[in-house]
C-alpha cells in the first residue's frame, strides 16, 4: 500500500522560505521510471504542478516559478523535500506531494495548507 | 488560466450519464497519455483514469476515458449522488517541460 504525508509550517511570513517534506512508503524512489512531485491548489482554484524529481534525480519545475523552486531526494528516508523562497500571499494553498509512474500521479498525500500572513 | 481547457460545470440527475470534455494543444494532449482525478471537496484528489482510458483497480467500470487528437473525455454512466465531486484532466506538456492541469469541472448531480 502505497502512502505519502506532507509535513511543514501551517504559517509563513512574506518574503520567507516554505520547506515542505513529503515522508512515504510502499515504494521506493530508487526503482526505475518513479518519481515523487509536488503539486498545490489554491483555495477555491484548480490544481497546479510545481515539481517533480524522478528516481536517477532528473528533475523538473514548473516553468513560471523555476527560480524559486527547489526539489531534492533522501532515498534512504524515503523523502523528497521542496523549497519555495520568497513566499507571497498569492502562494497560500494546499500543497499536495504525489507519487509519479510513468504516465500519471498514481497516488497522492492528504495535503498541507499553508498560508501566507504578515 | 488553466493550460488544458474544461467546462466549469456540468449536471445530470441520478441515473443519467455525462460526459467531461478537456481541450489541449499538440504538445500536452496531443503527444502524451491523459489522467483524470477526482476530487471531494475537503480531500485530495484521487485517479480515475491514466493513459487516456484505463482504470486503476477499485474505480468502476462507469468511468471510462478517450482521446481524439488534442482533446479528451471523461464519461461516467449510471449518476449517483456519491459523484458529486470536482474533476481534473492533466497531462505532461512537452514544450513547458511540466506537468499541466485542466481548471477542474464541478458535477452536480441534481
Known amino acids: 500500500q502505497i502512502t505519502l504525508k506532507e509535513s511543514g509550517p501551517t504559517l509563513v511570513k512574506p518574503t520567507q522560505t516554505l520547506t515542505l517534506t513529503c515522508t512515504f512508503s510502499g515504494f521506493s524512489l530508487s526503482t526505475s521510471g518513479v518519481g515523487v512531485g509536488w503539486l498545490r491548489q489554491p483555495p477555491g482554484k484548480a490544481l497546479e504542478f510545481l515539481a517533480l524529481?524522478?528516481?536517477?534525480?532528473?528533475?523538473r519545475y514548473s516553468p513560471s516559478l523555476k527560480s524559486r523552486l527547489t526539489i531534492t531526494k533522501d532515498t534512504s528516508k524515503s523523502q523528497v523535500v521542496l523549497t519555495m523562497t520568497n513566499m507571497d500571499l498569492v502562494d497560500t494553498a494546499t500543497y499536495y506531494c504525489?507519487?509519479?509512474?510513468?504516465?500519471?500521479?498514481?497516488?497522492w498525500g492528504q495535503g498541507a495548507l499553508v498560508t501566507v500572513s504578515s | 488560466q488553466s493550460v488544458l481547457t474544461q467546462p466549469p460545470s456540468v449536471s445530470a440527475a441520478p441515473g443519467q450519464n455525462v460526459t467531461i470534455s478537456c481541450s489541449g494543444s499538440?504538445?500536452?494532449?496531443?503527444?502524451?497519455?491523459v489522467s483524470w482525478y477526482q476530487q471531494i471537496p475537503g480531500t485530495a484528489p484521487k485517479l480515475l483514469i491514466y493513459e487516456n482510458n484505463k482504470r486503476p483497480s477499485g474505480i468502476p467500470d462507469r468511468f471510462s476515458g478517450s482521446k481524439s487528437g488534442t482533446s479528451a473525455t471523461l464519461g461516467i454512466t449510471g449518476l449517483q449522488t456519491g459523484d458529486e465531486a470536482d474533476y481534473y484532466c492533466g497531462t505532461w506538456d512537452s514544450s513547458l517541460g511540466a506537468g499541466v492541469f485542466g481548471g477542474g469541472t464541478k458535477l452536480t448531480v441534481l
Open positions: 504525489a507519487h509519479r509512474g510513468r504516465t500519471t500521479w498514481h497516488n
Open positions: 524529481v524522478y528516481w536517477d534525480d532528473d528533475k
Open positions: 499538440t504538445s500536452n494532449i496531443g503527444k502524451s497519455f
